[in-house]
């Protein structure tokens, strides 16, 4: 093999590698929201529909502050305010943001 088609094989690679790993936190995210916000929101498709993709940005954005104070008077302020959300957060915020209304995507599980 000539040297630019190893360097271009190699590119191909690590593109696809990249493009694996960023939908498995989609993918993380979406068992999160089904299993955290799906009673409260309603299925994948109908909870991210409700902020367009740069309010899902605005709403994770400094560790979820704006997402944590909007639920911390109703009954899932304690995952909120817990480790659970914490080590969730940006697999959550991918999947909102992959399927927000403006995004034309739709999840698989709704």
């Not at 993709?53 to 008077?73: C, M, P, S, T, V």
Request: hydrophobic share 35%.
């Amino acid at each position: 093999m000539t040297k630019s088609t190893s360097f271009f094989l190699a590119a191909v690679v690590a593109v696809g590698m990249m493009s694996a790993s960023a939908s498995a936190d989609e993918k993380k995210g979406q068992k999160a929201y089904l299993k955290t916000c799906k009673n409260c929101h309603g299925n994948g498709t109908k909870g991210a529909a409700m902020h367009t993709q740069d309010e899902w940005d605005d709403l994770f954005a400094n560790g979820g502050a704006k997402i944590i104070k909007a639920h911390a008077n109703d009954k899932s302020a304690a995952y909120f305010n817990g480790d659970g959300f914490k080590g969730q957060a940006q697999d959550l915020r991918d999947f909102l943001f992959q399927y927000g209304s403006d995004s034309g995507n739709v999840p698989s599980c709704g």
